[in-house]
């Protein structure tokens, strides 16, 4: 077939069709904070990348003390931890001081947000240099596993993946299993409702938005194994990740899956047949002519307006 | 006189002597006294030149997305400035420094260097990073008769009056770099991969003519990655589909490390895959990580680990002023020329005029650039050699090939 054998043909299929779950893991992970935050809250959040980066950066810093007292092996799985800590904390605080003023203006929210973007990359900057820096990634994550002599497995697309996964779990189990998913559900469909029977919605908002920003945070966590760190970097997943968002329907976290996966799949198989460049114009236009047959995106939300 | 107060005699005889020679050098070399050089036969332009002080301006983004790159350049201007303020200046007169930050925003270079020339009048200009902010900067220079050191390698396909180019231009980084690799691999298939604007487009057509045309290679994919795209995923499979001998790389920014991590992890390390790229400097090794460019190869004019008396003391200097960990890659050091350049051409005009200075400058030969001998070409670039470097997993290169001086030609007969 076209000059190549099937065995290496074989292989390519195998190596193709693990790129492309894998780019479906990014763009989920990249997406669910966002989901929760645009999709259930309504919040436009232009500071999604950066929120991104402070766990990229939290990773970074951890690798610098694993480093320093030799447990480069073992250190990665608390420095994911840490990240969703610490975005987790600045996103309430965020919350508190500047979203919560804007819930009735939503589209000042994106200029809001938008300067606080800008704001915290020149935080980055100044605390931790303009130049790119990369974490000490331990021995397990680097490299790649080989079932056959021609075929590779990258492990940090595999780490990304599981880490996709049991994100999205915890996000399913704490959005339709528990008591606060339910405060949340039941906030966003009636707020007066909601507040009637005695949820404070109040705090309900700052914890789901603090939410949103700890997943941001382990995202980019995750992704200092597979991309770079930098002030401005959290600027090249916003348009994605507000991409996967709306196409999937922004009130529905299915969606954002489905969406997710549908785009991965679109521009992993576009790419390989295209140049790389063309691949993700061929994308985003099929992504703009299906917004333009359905609006409301994949799963439209059945809430009643 | 006991031992030891022999040697403290000996020692300040010997700092004595040696302060003595210093003076007496600094005197041989001509730093002129301003007195010499009236201000009014110096500066006819209207220039911010006074008796004591000339005042020059730098202009790079330092903030915004180019920050990462530009900063190592500002550093390096001001080092040099810095230098030749302590020597006595230029023509006896002290420099002082405007800075101005481009912000990573092309109109925003056009407007600062609008500012800069016309109500700072300054001499001279260091700065622009970008060919995007060049070419939106040059029409002002043009307009006001002004003067810019421009550091990067960049495409070509530009000359004008009003710039010196101290990086490369394309055909000096690109053909002797396929040419070594073609012979020292023995390679026959190429796969060109760069970032989707103009200088790597530019750069990968030099280098696909250079292929066919000259070495009886082939090029067996050309591709180009959206700017800021962090996914590689197919492309590198589609690489490992064709089985290049050499992947020619020209990636550039947030993309260019996601490229080698992706590479790496995907099984094409250095002892499976031989590339050579033209976009990874010192400063790029910092984000990308020594361990997934191990083995890798760049092609440079400079690389820190030059063996020189001149970057012995470079190196060393820009270390003392920035820091242990601060690595000086390609166009940091060609950044450091700029200064030197335009104190050796005022010099030689005996004059800040830009005219003057500008006709000054061709035919210059310095000696004292860290990367080696570099000879100022009537085309206002500059002669100099390339380098290939292997990357080593601290960061730094092991420099393996060295060229002649190559002629710079920024309008390449039969490559455009």
Redesign the interface.
Same mark, same amino acid.
């Given at each position: 077939m076209f000059g190549?054998t099937m065995d290496?043909v074989g292989?390519?299929m195998v190596?193709?069709g693990?790129?492309?779950l894998? !780019?479906f893991s990014?763009l989920l992970l990249m997406a669910l904070g966002l989901a929760i935050i645009f999709g259930q809250m309504g919040v436009i959040n232009m500071a999604h990348g950066e929120f991104m980066m402070v766990g990229a950066y939290t990773a970074v810093f951890m690798s610098k003390l694993a480093v320093k007292y030799e447990m480069v092996n073992s250190y990665f799985v608390f420095a994911i931890i840490a990240a969703f800590i610490l975005a987790f904390l600045i996103g309430y605080l965020v919350e508190y001081l500047l979203i919560r003023h804007l819930y009735k203006r939503p589209l000042d929210t994106l200029l809001a947000t938008w300067g606080l973007s800008l704001v915290m990359q020149?935080t980055f900057?100044s605390s931790f240099?303009?130049?790119?820096?990369?974490a000490? !990634?331990p021995e397990w994550l !680097?490299?790649?596993f080989?079932p056959t002599a021609d075929i590779?497995i990258? &492990?940090?697309?595999v780490f990304v993946m599981v880490l996709a996964l049991v994100v999205t779990l915890g996000v399913y189990f704490f959005m339709f299993r528990s008591r606060g998913g339910l405060r949340v559900r039941a906030t966003v469909q009636n707020r007066v409702m909601a507040s009637a029977v005695g949820i404070n919605t109040q705090k309900v908002d700052r914890l789901t938005f603090a939410l949103g920003c700890g997943i941001a945070g382990v995202s980019g966590a995750a992704?200092t194994? &597979?991309?770079?760190?930098?002030?401005?970097?959290g600027? !090249?997943y916003i348009v994605d990740s507000f991409m996967v968002v709306v196409f999937g329907g922004a009130a529905s976290l299915m969606g954002t899956i489905a969406s997710a996966f549908g785009i991965a799949q679109a521009?992993?198989?576009l790419?390989?047949f295209m140049?790389?460049?063309m691949?993700?114009v061929a994308t985003l236009m099929t992504i703009v002519i299906i917004l333009m047959m359905r609006p409301e995106g994949l799963f439209a939300s059945k809430v009643r307006r | 006189m006991s031992s030891s107060d022999r040697r403290q005699f000996i020692k300040k005889a010997s700092v004595l002597v040696g302060v003595s020679l210093a003076l007496g050098l600094s005197m041989a070399t001509g730093s002129a006294s301003a007195a010499d050089f009236p201000t009014a036969a110096v500066s006819t332009t209207g220039l911010a030149v006074t008796d004591k002080t000339v005042t020059v301006g730098i202009l790079h983004s330092?903030? %915004?997305?180019m920050?990462?790159s /530009?900063?190592?350049s500002i550093q390096a201007e001001k080092l040099a400035i810095a230098q030749i303020n302590e020597m006595g200046g230029v023509l006896g007169r002290k420099i002082e420094v405007v800075q101005e930050d481009g912000a990573s925003d092309w109109p925003t270079f056009a407007e600062k260097s609008k500012k800069l020339l016309e109500s700072d009048k300054v001499a001279a200009v260091f700065g622009c990073w970008t060919s995007a902010s060049r070419k939106a900067a040059l029409p002002v220079f043009e307009k006001d008769n002004g003067l810019l050191f421009y550091p990067t390698f960049y495409e070509g396909l530009e000359q004008s009056k009003n710039v010196f180019y101290t990086g490369q231009e394309a055909t000096q980084q690109i053909l002797a770099g396929l040419d070594w690799i073609t012979k020292e691999k023995k390679a026959k298939t190429f796969y060109l991969i760069g970032s989707?604007y103009i200088w790597p487009r530019t750069s990968m057509k030099i280098a696909r003519k250079h292929i066919e045309q000259h070495l009886g290679g082939k090029v067996v994919g =050309? /591709?180009?990655?959206?700017l800021?795209?962090? +996914?590689?995923?197919?492309?590198?499979?589609?690489i490992?589909?064709k089985k290049p001998d050499v992947i020619y790389a020209a990636v550039v920014? %947030?993309?260019?490390?996601?490229w080698f991590? +992706?590479l790496?992890?995907?099984?094409?390390n250095s002892k499976k895959q031989t590339m050579l790229t033209i976009s990874v400097t010192e400063?790029?090794v910092?984000?990308? %990580?020594g =361990?997934n460019l191990e083995g890798f190869y760049s092609a440079m004019k400079y690389f820190q680990t030059l063996k020189n008396p001149n970057n012995d003391k470079f190196v060393a200097e820009f270390k003392k002023a920035y820091g242990e960990n601060a690595v000086i890659g390609d166009v940091t050091q060609a950044a450091y020329l700029g200064p030197w350049l335009w104190k050796a051409a005022v010099e030689r005009a005996g004059s800040f005029d830009v005219d003057k200075v500008v006709v000054a400058l061709p035919g210059y030969e310095m000696t004292t650039a860290p990367e080696g001998y570099v000879k100022v070409d009537a085309n206002h670039h500059l002669l100099s050699k390339l380098r290939i470097g292997k990357w080593r997993k601290d960061g730094q290169a092991d420099v393996v090939y060295e060229s002649g001086l190559i002629n710079p030609d920024p309008f390449p007969k039969g490559y455009q």
């Open positions: 190549y290496e292989n390519i190596m193709q693990f790129s492309g894998s !780019l990014v020149q900057r240099g303009a130049k790119e820096v990369s000490e !990634l !680097l490299g790649s080989k590779d990258p &492990i940090n697309g992704f194994t &597979i991309s770079s760190t930098g002030p401005t970097t600027s !090249l521009q992993s198989i790419q390989f140049t790389s460049s691949g993700k | 330092a903030t %915004g997305t920050a990462i /530009e900063t190592g989707d =050309e /591709e180009y990655v959206a800021g795209d962090t +996914q590689f995923g197919s492309v590198i499979n589609k490992k589909l920014g %947030g993309s260019n490390v996601a991590k +992706q790496n992890a995907a099984g094409l400063d790029e910092l984000g990308i %990580g =361990e």
